[in-house]
């Protein structure tokens, strides 16, 4: 995998599933996910736990209550710049691992999130800034900017040096797409606001422990990777026309 540090990107030289419905996409997507359970969740928690302990000691610090607007747009800097890290650092790993069949080392998929964190990072704000914008208007259009925007980050991690474009080059990915990406993103984000009550709401002295809240944040963090797994899903099967089954 050091040519792709050489070359400055993810080489796809290995079959993919064309994305069609999107039942299909969801079932490999639950699959990847689970069968790559162990190094998804590493490489989530070894970035996420100490950045999440680190926001909390911050709050604590300053004395910033858990509820409260300051203390969401803190958390939502924090998972911004926390997540720049995680996306392409999971990328790599799946790409190693379809491309082997071997789990990759946390090690080099760290190297490689490092290397895409500043790019991940700058098109994440652009994306959120545009669906917030759209969203203002009114809830549809922010929801076709999601869809549209979708592949930025994995874009960012597999093209890297290839593509400045990297917007347009998801909106262009997403042509045609847009109600597939729809459907399978709905189940999943459904299933994310479900652990998140389940897990903020439901389990006692989360919310009223800094250290638990940690915990727990970074917990949801490694669920949430099943989006970053459709989302590479998706991405492979769009810019890749070869019809074989994935590796697990």
């Not at 999971?90 to 190693?96: C, D, K, N």
């Not at 071997?102 to 490689?112: F, M, T, V, Y």
């Not at 002295?205 to 099943?226: K, M, N, P």
Request: proline content about 5%; overall charge positive.
């Amino acid at each position: 995998m050091d040519r792709d540090f050489r070359k400055g990107y993810l080489e796809i030289d290995f079959p993919t599933q064309p994305f069609g419905s999107p039942l299909p996409l969801l079932r490999d997507s639950l699959r990847t996910f689970f069968s790559n359970l162990p190094f998804l969740a590493a490489a989530t928690l070894v970035i996420y736990l100490p950045g999440k302990l680190a926001t909390q000691f911050l709050c604590y610090l300053l004395d910033i209550p858990f509820e409260g607007l300051l203390s969401y747009l803190i958390l939502g800097i924090s998972d911004l710049l926390l997540g720049a890290l995680v996306v392409p650092t999971i990328v790599y790993g799946l790409i190693h691992r379809f491309r082997t069949g071997r789990a990759a080392a946390l090690g080099q998929s760290l190297r490689w999130g490092r290397r895409q964190w500043i790019k991940t990072l700058a098109n994440q704000i652009k994306v959120e800034v545009t669906i917030t914008l759209w969203g203002a208007l009114l809830v549809i259009p922010g929801v076709v900017a999601m869809v549209r925007l979708v592949f930025a980050d994995v874009i960012v991690a597999v093209e890297a040096d290839l593509e400045p474009e990297v917007l347009r080059r998801s909106t262009t990915l997403a042509h045609g797409r847009r109600w597939r990406i729809f459907f399978v993103l709905l189940p999943i984000m459904i299933l994310d606001f479900a652990a998140m009550f389940l897990v903020l709401d439901r389990v006692q002295g989360v919310t009223h422990s800094r250290l638990a809240f940690a915990i727990a944040d970074s917990v949801l963090a490694v669920a949430g990777q099943l989006t970053t797994v459709a989302v590479l899903l998706m991405y492979l099967g769009t810019v890749q026309k070869r019809v074989t089954k994935l590796k697990p």
